[in-house]
């Protein structure tokens, strides 16, 4: 192949992987997608490479929205308990790191299958925060089900209350 079929199937590519990340985009609501945003901040300020469970779960308790708010309060737990616990169990990364666009890990972009299945079972078109919450909540492992366990937070309880206060139900 030459030179110009080359830079043209990947002049292709690129859209298609534009195209992609524009569609997931659209599939959330603007307030979910104001949280993935809020997570690549924390991610970016705690220097990782990538954005994981534990920066969604921050930006969710950061930005204090119905129904996430109402199933957090009462348990002790703020963005800064849960960033001072995140660095404790991930240990001192290095120098700050931040570039514009961060991938997801592997268990986020699980959860936010999850939480868009999750709206369609709700019939809802859109992914929205608690449906985010509850996608979290499905995950048994890594830092915020760990974090859950140590501290004695159900999350099947979380779950119930998530579901009870929804709007989407």
Do not use: Y
């Amino acid at each position: 192949m030459d030179w110009f079929g080359e830079a043209e199937d990947r002049l292709t590519q690129w859209k298609t992987r534009e195209k992609r990340t524009r569609d997931f985009r659209d599939a959330f609501t603007p307030l979910a997608r104001k949280t993935l945003d809020a997570a690549l901040r924390e991610a970016q300020d705690l220097n990782f490479f990538a954005i994981g469970a534990e920066h969604l779960l921050i930006a969710l308790l950061q930005l204090g929205e119905r129904p996430v708010s109402r199933v957090f309060a009462g348990l002790g737990l703020s963005p800064e308990t849960l960033r001072t616990e995140v660095k404790r169990m991930q240990g001192h990364l290095p120098e700050k790191w931040t570039p514009d666009r961060l991938p997801f890990t592997p268990r986020l972009k699980r959860i936010l299958r999850t939480a868009r299945r999750e709206a369609e079972a709700q019939g809802r078109s859109f992914v929205d925060i608690e449906h985010l919450l509850l996608g979290l909540l499905e995950e048994k492992e890594g830092v915020p089900a760990e974090l859950f366990r140590n501290l004695g937070i159900n999350v099947n309880v979380l779950r119930d209350r998530v579901l009870t206060d929804s709007p989407c139900t």
